[in-house]
């Protein structure tokens, strides 16, 4: 029996008749960019998130580069984000010019620790960047009491986490303007490329609109130089299909998680995923911790588990960062968790069958390491 690692057949095989007539409608319409497909999206994900605006991107990176300059963030300045995020949240700092400033995530929730950003804090930083990493809101009213005392901007990167909430409060609707992404294989994903900012603020609701479309409002008048970031109205009308079942889908992917805490409970090493009180946790990964990583990866994949590593080198030791002169044991948390993450399937369609499947092997490498 093989479980791979991720497998988007269960949930979009069931909902398959509404994505054709989903995509039947846009080709009848012979429009495919900037139409009602998105505007009804858009309209409909701002709702689920309860903030005022959602703009559509092409893409979760553009969505950050995006919020970013709607910020004037630029050369000279510091945004602060976490060491342990996936490289897009870094690179949207260098793409409007800024220095990334790299804390130490939290030891137990592996989002960035707020106790660490303050000793960040420069007369340059301009904005923090929390990552809602792996489906779980970061520590936000700890977060948002730092950037009001320090006059600073807040960017949520909510590309793991729609849905996700801290103290009530959703991921997405914390910052000035916020960035996430729906890549496929995100718990909200499109069938291709596919990102979005949220924000409550009109000015910026409107500047990103421009920007987003060459610098223009009108056609062929160009008011600010722009980008090419558009979600298009296939994909848009794929997300508004996807949209009404994400709820459901976060739902069993907490059972899901639920019956892996109860399957690997004091299992060899195996440290589980820990949720802080006050933030929920939507399951995007499920990440577990071994020091040996490497050997049960293996153990797995030829037992026919599909495993992945989120994430294998952190953005401090990163080829493309090397300028910034950071080293190894720099931020020795982050590193510690790049050595010892594993990320087991998780995604609606999995049974408990199947997890004890997956547990039953785990324990076996476990058992066969401990004789």
């Known amino acids: 029996?093989?479980?791979?690692?991720?497998?988007?057949?269960?949930?979009?095989?069931?909902?398959?008749?509404?994505?054709?007539?989903?995509?039947?409608?846009?080709?009848?319409?012979?429009?495919?960019?900037?139409?009602?497909?998105?505007e009804a999206f858009e309209q409909e994900y701002a709702v689920f998130n309860k903030t005022t605006y959602c703009i559509g991107t092409s893409n979760g990176l553009d969505a950050l580069h995006l919020a970013l300059k709607a910020l004037n963030i630029g050369r000279g300045d510091e945004v602060i984000l976490p060491s342990n995020t996936y490289i897009a949240t870094a690179l949207a700092v260098s793409y409007v010019g800024a220095t990334p400033i790299f804390v130490e995530p939290d030891s137990r929730t592996y989002n960035i620790n707020p106790n660490e950003i303050e000793n960040a804090i420069s007369s340059r930083?301009?904005?923090?960047?929390?990552v809602h990493l792996y489906g779980q809101a970061c520590q936000m009213d700890l977060i948002s009491d730092i950037a009001k005392n320090y006059g600073l901007y807040i960017v949520e990167d909510n590309a793991q986490s729609q849905g996700a909430s801290f103290k009530g409060r959703l991921t997405g609707g914390w910052g000035k303007v916020n960035g996430t992404?729906?890549?496929p294989g995100k718990n909200l994903g499109a069938l291709g490329d596919a990102g979005a900012i949220t924000t409550d603020d009109p000015d910026i609701d409107k500047f990103l609109r421009t920007m987003r479309?060459?610098?223009?409002?009108?056609?062929?008048?160009?008011?600010?130089?722009?980008?090419?970031?558009?979600?298009?109205?296939?994909?848009?009308?794929?997300?508004?299909?996807?949209?009404?079942?994400?709820?459901?889908?976060?739902?069993?992917?907490?059972?899901?998680?639920?019956?892996?805490?109860?399957?690997?409970?004091?299992?060899?090493d195996l440290i589980l995923p820990y949720t802080l009180q006050g933030a929920t946790h939507t399951y995007h990964l499920f990440v577990i911790r071994t020091n040996n990583r490497s050997?049960?990866?293996?153990?797995?994949?030829k037992?026919?588990?599909?495993?992945?590593?989120?994430?294998?080198?952190?953005?401090?030791?990163?080829?493309?960062?090397?300028?910034?002169?950071?080293?190894?044991?720099?931020?020795?948390?982050?590193?510690?968790?790049?050595?010892?993450?594993?990320?087991?399937?998780?995604y609606p369609g999995l049974t408990q069958n199947d997890i004890e499947i997956i547990a039953k092997f785990i324990k076996s490498f476990f058992d066969k390491d401990k004789n």
């Open 1 to 38: 029996m093989k479980i791979p690692f991720l497998n988007l057949s269960p949930t979009n095989s069931n909902i398959g008749t509404e994505l054709q007539r989903a995509f039947q409608e846009v080709l009848e319409s012979n429009w495919y960019i900037q139409g009602a497909k998105l």
């Open 125 to 130: 930083t301009k904005c923090i960047m929390p």
């Open 181 to 183: 992404s729906f890549y």
């Open 213 to 268: 479309n060459y610098g223009s409002t009108v056609k062929y008048h160009n008011e600010i130089i722009g980008f090419n970031k558009r979600l298009d109205e296939l994909q848009a009308a794929f997300l508004s299909v996807k949209l009404k079942f994400l709820p459901k889908w976060i739902r069993e992917r907490q059972q899901i998680a639920s019956w892996y805490h109860e399957a690997l409970h004091e299992i060899g």
């Open 295 to 301: 050997k049960l990866q293996e153990h797995l994949e």
């Open 303 to 346: 037992n026919g588990i599909g495993t992945l590593i989120h994430y294998p080198i952190p953005p401090h030791l990163q080829e493309a960062y090397k300028d910034l002169g950071y080293k190894k044991g720099d931020f020795p948390i982050a590193e510690q968790l790049a050595d010892t993450c594993l990320s087991l399937p998780i």
